[in-house]
């Protein structure tokens, strides 16, 4: 459990580095964006895919 919240708290830290950074996390290109009119609808594909691949690593490598 100790290992867990160690490497989550890094990812955290890490996510927060990049946004400070200016690195467009959930706005990356391949992201559905629908606007018309006055409402905009949003569903992030790609940022689902890689954050979904990265926690699967991230698992693999823990239960090492």
């Known amino acids: 459990m100790g290992k867990v919240l160690i490497v989550a708290g890094l990812a955290i830290v890490a996510i927060g580095v990049l946004v400070q950074f200016g690195v467009p996390i959930g706005r990356l ?8 009119g006055q409402s905009t609808f949003y569903f992030p594909i790609v940022t689902c895919i890689i954050l979904s691949v990265l926690l699967s690593l991230i698992g693999m490598l823990l239960r090492r």
Not at 29 to 36: C, E, H, Q, S
């Open 29 to 36: 290109p391949g992201d559905i964006v629908v606007r018309r």
